[in-house]
């Protein structure tokens, strides 16, 4: 059974930054596409970053220069660094591995003005 449980979520200044991480149970994210999205109150969820088993990264354009999305292997573990944040990029975010149909439980960013 795949979990994906993601961390580091919270309340920041705009321009502040943040790190989530999404730990990895019953699924080696080595081997795995895995990716962040994210859903803002009454919107859609939307792609946020994605990185293949053979390391290609992938960012959306409304964070690409500001977000990074990256693993450890050895840790298990999908994190995406948030940087340069904008209130605009409130939302929950979600870590998933897509194609596998496998979603965290999400953790809510709030940025401030």
């Known amino acids: 059974q795949v979990q994906l449980v993601e961390s580091g979520g919270g309340l920041v200044q705009a321009g502040g930054s943040l790190r989530l991480s999404c730990a990895a149970s019953?699924?080696?994210?080595?081997?795995?596409?895995m990716g962040w999205y994210r859903q803002a109150p009454e919107k859609q969820r939307e792609f946020v970053a994605t990185i293949t088993s053979g390391g290609r990264t992938i960012v959306a354009d409304s964070v690409k220069g500001r977000f990074t999305i990256s693993r450890d292997n050895a840790e298990n573990t999908v994190y995406l660094q948030m940087n340069s944040l904008k209130p605009e990029d409130t939302a929950v975010y979600f870590c998933g591995a897509p194609i596998r149909g496998s979603w965290g439980q999400g953790t809510q960013v709030t940025v401030s003005s």
């Open positions: 019953g699924i080696f994210v080595s081997s795995s596409t």
